[in-house]
């Protein structure tokens, strides 16, 4: 993913103004560094994701180097519109890019090694430079977003796409005693901004007001400190402004440059804050859509249908991360979808595992071969909403329900006692060492155990409900379907469940509105009537209560 | 006259392709203000087409984008507000042909009270480049928050500004540009007879109805007499005898009474429609500029409105409602007023010879409209 983030400002004597900006660099590129970002590549992404190296190191100090000599010109000295740091010592994670004078900061990515984040004021790069500036100047003093403050996207093929995000923030010196900004997102890529609006303005927005937050804070405080001067009668309408005339007010700060936004907000450390946003914003962007992307290789496999195919492309990151090829080389070690895990676990142990997965229990998988346990996950987290499911996917010590719900352990851990077991349930599957793995039939070569948990076997009438969530489910795996067929399906069947819980949400909220506790008898006729309207098993309350839960909660 | 602020549509952020639907209003007349930041630019576009109290515009906040405002009136034109702080003479960012390409005027605005070097190239540059987009470009020069200055520094400010200017033009040979210079202050009357004599420049009518009020003054005993736009209070045409400042105040203020006066006692809002009767000359004394007077309002129907205020020194403010947009006022001696029934119907032809004026105006429009529809109907074929 190519994006710079920025803060602008529309300058009270430069006019619109870059404050400070953040963008990434992939070190596996290192001719590329100022290429790759650079807006003017058009739609073609850096395909250097395929030949990452190892001497990642290197390139980082060789950055450093690049990053003092550039040679722009120096920047407009206003005060209003510079960012400052704060001193050294208080510096902890940020790294500064520290030679004759400072210039901005460096951020590694702990999880990625590849990755380093850079806030400057302005982006080295010359193109990327007319890019953001222009960014700069079409967001705060052409576009126009209803209400005035808000988001808006636009740009064209050639200085890329922007979001804006603008917002004011109180001032009490600066005229109207507001002044104007906004945090643009620019990128080549204008359907994956699209696709991301929603994060990033929820992302820009939270930023945002915080920001406002503070500053209405200081804003009321100067006013306080400024009426107390002024006897409090002047007041009336001039307001806390003018303890002058206006002339000299005029006069006064005509030529003075306004604060700037770390004396303005009284935070020494808000540039610090705001490169670590604006670096998290990067890459839980570039993560985001990487993410829902991948749900969707395993759902459509090989399928043409691959909208997209761009976003794939665009990100070196997603295909170093999680190397498709690796699936198909594991093939043997894993189990491919729920018709085989149907087909391992049996009728019985499969009803019951999956009975208490989707009712709220936690799951626990334990299995000397993580490459198993995880492909049994991957394959039980699609049966609910994802909202439903946190996945803990390979740890040595048990967690509590409350950090996950489906748990992967390793062989060796072991369940504290003190655990509710009705509430846990416990499956250990492993491959049989004692069978060949070229067996071709894949069912003998496991061997399982399932513990705890509720079962409903004994309850013959609930047990052949052909409405059931479980009966349906394994009706959907008995149809012999080619696998693709099979997914596809399931995850309709999904989907379904998931809209009769919303449905029943909303009819719950709907009649807990209206009705107090006398018409609770009523009620659960009425509520009786629904659940049977909807199609649900009266034993399938407890899921959809669980998944109501769960979707209420995201 | 109505005010639609483009400033809320998205109009405003295509400076690039503003391709109107309207052709009759993308050929509105423009009125560009520009400046340097803080010369007042908002304070003067919201003083006069806001009615915001001058005092008030200390609180505006600096303004970010080009402030677009269409004006309603008995011409339509257009109010865009600039950043001080943008250069869009910028090829890069900005199509300055848009900008500049329409016919209307130029208003740059000077702050007097600082110090206006700066100002002076900037307003070399803009003429420079805005004459080469569009010869037809007006330039108007407004020295502006001149309220502070004594009046003998004003006329020194204003020879200054206007010798160096002339001068500068002259050296890269731009003599014919036709530049005005007025000294303003939105704290008294100048900025409106300012606006009004550039906006007069716009109306092309403009002798007819020159003409028009010279023979209503002539043949009426009237001594000066304004031709009002009611909302704005900027007048359109006067008759050829010189403009006295005194005058134009005490006009202008008649409006604002009259305005005040119909809001109270009016059956609506609006000036045009007042229906009540007031007979109250003693009880209601009106302040204008130190003088008392008293006053009585009869009118009949919508544009009938009618006002008369009889000043302490003999003479006679009179009011009559032109139409939607204007009013007549004129200054007359209080002997002359004698005569009620010859005014009387030599302001029933005066306004009907307006109406006539106008008409053949929205005529026109009208057809070009016509055109439009059609060519835009044709294209649509095409397509």
Request: proline share 3%.
């Amino acid at each position: 993913m190519n994006a710079i983030v920025s803060l602008v400002h529309f300058c009270e004597v430069d006019g619109p103004s870059v404050i400070f900006c953040t963008q990434a660099f992939h070190a596996n590129s290192v001719e590329d560094i100022s290429d790759e970002l650079s807006v003017s590549s058009g739609g073609k992404s850096p395909s250097t994701g395929q030949t990452h190296s190892d001497s990642s190191k290197e390139l980082l100090s060789n950055k450093k180097e690049y990053s003092v000599n550039t040679n722009r010109p120096a920047p407009a000295s206003c005060a209003s519109c510079a960012f400052s740091l704060p001193p050294l010592d208080s510096l902890s994670d940020a790294k500064t890019i520290h030679n004759s004078e400072i210039k901005g900061f460096k951020t590694r990515d702990e999880e990625n090694p590849l990755v380093t984040y850079k806030g400057t004021r302005y982006p080295q790069d010359q193109q990327l430079y007319a890019a953001v500036r222009q960014a700069c100047v079409r967001s705060l003093s052409c576009e126009f977003c209803q209400g005035r403050e808000g988001p808006v996207l636009f740009g064209d093929d050639k200085n890329g796409y922007v979001l804006s995000y603008m917002f004011k923030i109180k001032d009490s010196q600066a005229r109207g005693s507001q002044r104007w900004y906004s945090f643009t997102f620019l990128m080549t890529d204008r359907v994956y901004l699209v696709e991301s609006w929603p994060f990033l303005v929820s992302k820009f927005r939270a930023l945002a007001t915080s920001i406002q937050s503070r500053a209405n804070q200081i804003f009321e405080k100067e006013n306080a400190t400024k009426e107390e001067k002024n006897d409090g009668t002047f007041l009336t309408r001039s307001g806390p402004l003018s303890p002058t005339s206006p002339d000299q007010f005029l006069r006064r700060r005509a030529n003075q440059p306004l604060r700037s936004l770390v004396d303005l907000l009284r935070s020494k450390d808000f540039f610090v804050q705001l490169h670590a946003n604006f670096s998290w914003i990067l890459k839980a962007c570039g993560m985001r859509l990487q993410e829902k992307h991948l749900n969707d290789q395993t759902l459509f496999s090989n399928s043409v249908v691959f909208s997209s195919k761009t976003i794939m492309l665009l990100d070196p990151v997603a295909t170093y991360k999680f190397p498709p090829s690796d699936f198909n080389c594991l093939e043997e070690t894993r189990i491919e979808d729920l018709k085989a895990l149907y087909n391992i676990l049996g009728l019985d142990v499969f009803r019951k595992l999956i009975l208490n997965f989707v009712m709220g229990n936690q799951l626990v998988i334990k299995g000397n071969d993580p490459k198993i346990v995880q492909s049994v996950i991957s394959i039980l987290k699609d049966l609910v909403p994802s909202e439903c499911c946190s996945i803990m996917e390979n740890e040595n010590n048990y967690q509590t329900i409350s950090k996950c719900n489906i748990l992967g352990l390793n062989a060796t851990a072991q369940i504290p006692n003190d655990v509710n077991k009705s509430t846990l349930c416990l499956l250990y599957i492993s491959r049989d060492c004692n069978k060949s793995s070229k067996d071709k039939a894949m069912t003998n070569a496991f061997e399982f155990n399932l513990q705890y948990g509720i079962d409903d076997k004994d309850n013959k009438r609930i047990y052949s409900a052909p409405n059931s969530f479980i009966n349906q489910l394994i009706g959907i795996l008995k149809l012999n379907l080619p696998s693709e067929i099979m997914n596809t399906r399931i995850m309709i069947f999904k989907e379904q469940w998931s809209s009769k819980a919303k449905q029943f949400l909303i009819f719950i909220t709907k009649s807990n509105n209206e009705g107090g506790n006398a018409l609770a008898n009523m009620e659960s006729t009425k509520q009786k009537e629904f659940i049977k309207y909807i199609d649900i098993n009266e034993n399938d309350l407890p899921i959809i209560k669980f998944w109501i839960g769960c979707l209420k909660t995201a | 006259m109505s005010h639609s602020e483009d400033e809320y549509s998205l109009h405003t952020s295509h400076i690039g392709n503003d391709v109107s639907e309207d052709p009759v209003q993308d050929h509105r007349p423009r009125l560009l203000i520009m400046g340097l930041r803080r010369s007042g630019k908002s304070s003067i576009q919201k003083v006069v087409f806001h009615k915001m109290a001058a005092n008030e515009t200390l609180f505006l906040e600096s303004t970010n984008k080009i402030i677009k405002e269409n004006i309603t009136s008995f011409i339509d034109f257009q109010v865009w507000d600039f950043p001080g702080q943008i250069d869009y003479f910028d090829t890069a960012t900005y199509d300055s042909d848009v900008i500049f390409g329409e016919y209307g005027a130029l208003i740059f605005v000077i702050d007097a009270q600082d110090d206006y070097i700066e100002a002076l190239n900037r307003l070399h540059q803009t003429v420079l480049r805005a004459h080469e987009k569009n010869k037809n470009l007006t330039f108007e020069v407004f020295i502006h928050k001149v309220d502070a200055l004594s009046d003998e520094f004003k006329i020194d400010t204003q020879r200054d500004i206007q010798q160096r200017t002339t001068d500068e033009l002259a050296d890269v040979g731009l003599e014919n540009v036709p530049l005005s210079f007025y000294l303003t202050s939105i704290y008294d009357h100048s900025i409106f007879e300012a606006f009004s004599k550039v906006i007069q420049k716009l109306i092309p009518q403009l002798p007819t109805l020159e003409n028009l009020l010279n023979i209503l003054c002539a043949n009426s005993g009237i001594e000066k007499a304004f031709l009002f736009d009611v909302n704005s209070k900027i007048y359109i045409a006067t008759d050829s005898s010189p403009v006295d400042m005194q005058t134009y105040e005490i006009c202008s203020d008649m409006i604002d009474v009259i305005i005040d006066i119909s809001e109270i006692y009016g059956r609506t809002t609006s000036f045009h429609q007042i229906n009540d009767e007031l007979y109250g000359d003693d009880q209601t004394q009106v302040e204008t500029n130190g003088k008392a007077g008293n006053y009585g309002t009869t009118t009949d129907t919508a544009n009938d409105a009618a006002s008369l205020i009889k000043l302490n020194n003999g003479m006679v403010l009179c009011l009559r409602g032109v139409n939607r947009f204007l009013a007549l006022v004129c200054l007359l001696r209080s002997d002359n007023f004698e005569k009620h029934g010859l005014i009387d119907y030599n302001f029933q032809c005066f306004k009907q010879a307006i109406a006539e004026v106008f008409e053949l105006k929205r005529r026109s429009a009208e057809r070009l409209r016509h055109e439009g529809m059609r060519l835009s109907g044709d294209v649509n074929e095409g397509g």
